[in-house]
């Protein structure tokens, strides 16, 4: 397999984006929500870590006007480093 070919990663309720180049993760984070989506979920969580919370923030700037969420927040504190999103249910996107 070369750099060049797709990774396909298996659709659950989560999804960690340490695996993936920081340049990736917003290209990532929209195509598992609409493969979440597709896939029958309501609620999904995105692991991105603590850190500095850049990630963090690129993660829920792209939420806050993508079509298919519904509302989303931080992870209860036992999961911090995430950010848990609901999907919408109408939405076409």
């Known amino acids: 397999m070369s750099n060049d070919d797709p990774v396909r990663v298996p659709i659950e309720d989560a999804i960690d984006l ?14 598992y929500l609409h493969a979440a989506r597709d896939a029958g979920f309501t609620d999904v969580r995105l692991i991105h870590g603590r850190g500095k919370g850049v990630q963090r923030a690129d993660i829920q700037r792209l939420l806050r006007d993508h ?22 249910r109408d939405a076409d996107a």
């Open 67 to 88: 079509p298919l969420v519904d509302r989303y927040w931080d992870a209860p504190e036992s999961h911090l480093g995430a950010t848990v999103v609901r999907l919408r």
């Open 18 to 31: 340490h695996p993936f180049a920081p340049r990736d993760v917003i290209s990532v984070v929209d195509e």
